[in-house]
């Protein structure tokens, strides 16, 4: 982290001097280590057609967290890790083995798992306000341990999209072709689902519930508008993302708003000017 804080100490802001504030200087390398994620999923979340599944996965994780607090863990979270994994499991199994429609499939488990999570968090005359922050996020409260890990996870996200593009790809488009070609399409959609799960579950309290999976859904969306092709396009979703989350940041940390909303409010500007833009055919 030296290394990180003799960087940003370059930086002309207040918050950036030696010895100051490294609550700030945390909360934005974990930015610009959560948007590229956000900004690589969202290709596929849009592609793919899944915008209510990243949404249902929040819901599934804030069940974990409900889980995890029940069992007495000291970290929640690997129990919200745990729950959302298995939660994309069961989708996807479901999703192959049933002639309901995704968004069907998708309703079902978003209103279990939001349903199951509110039981579960107020049991026993419990007080729902302590999961208060899960709705809102708070990234100036992320440590240094817990970006590290998520470093470690755009790695292997990067690593994923490196092995398997052309196959996710693919899957996404054309189910039965990627199937007549030896593509497992079961296995990389799981993959795929578990990947988003891991991120949503580790970054919803630092972004907050009700606006993460729009993180997953505006870049890719907001790129698509003028992406001429398949490079063009991860490559914007992947800038923009970026750029709204060092931007967003910084709003909520002069006017004192929330990272996540201002994050979001930045995004749907994006996809307004990208929209605009847009070449009508």
């Not at 009700?210 to 001429?228: Q, T």
Request: hydrophobic share 60%.
């Amino acid at each position: 982290m030296e290394l990180w804080y003799a960087l940003v100490s370059l930086l002309p802001f207040e918050w950036a001097q030696p010895d100051t504030m490294y609550f700030m200087k945390h909360a934005l390398l974990a930015v610009l280590v959560i948007s590229p994620l956000f900004g690589i999923l969202s290709t596929m979340v849009v592609h793919s057609r899944m915008s209510f599944f990243s949404d249902a996965l929040g819901h599934s994780a804030f069940t974990g967290m409900a889980i995890g607090a029940i069992c007495g863990f000291n970290e929640p979270t690997w129990a919200a890790v745990i729950f959302a994994l298995l939660f994309a499991l069961l989708f996807n199994l479901v999703r192959r083995r049933s002639a309901l429609a995704s968004d069907t499939v998708i309703g079902v488990f978003s209103s279990t798992a939001v349903a199951l999570g509110i039981f579960l968090s107020t049991l026993g005359g419990r007080s729902f306000t302590k999961f208060n922050n899960l709705l809102i996020g708070d990234i100036l409260s992320v440590e240094p341990a817990k970006i590290g890990l998520l470093a470690l996870i755009l790695l292997l996200v990067v690593l994923l999209w490196a092995v398997s593009f052309n196959q996710l790809m693919l899957s996404a488009v054309h189910p039965a072709l990627a199937d007549s070609r030896g593509v497992k399409v079961f296995w990389q959609e799981t993959v795929f689902s578990m990947a988003i799960a891991v991120v949503v579950t580790l970054s919803m309290t630092w972004v907050g519930l009700l606006v993460i999976n729009s993180l997953l859904v505006l870049p890719g969306a907001a790129a698509r508008n003028i992406a001429r092709n398949m490079w063009q396009y991860h490559l914007l979703s992947l800038v923009g993302a970026v750029a709204a989350g060092v931007a967003g940041l910084m709003t909520s940390y002069y006017i004192g708003a929330s990272a996540g909303a201002a994050i979001t409010l930045y995004l749907a500007g994006w996809f307004l000017v990208t929209f605009l833009l847009r070449k009508k055919g």
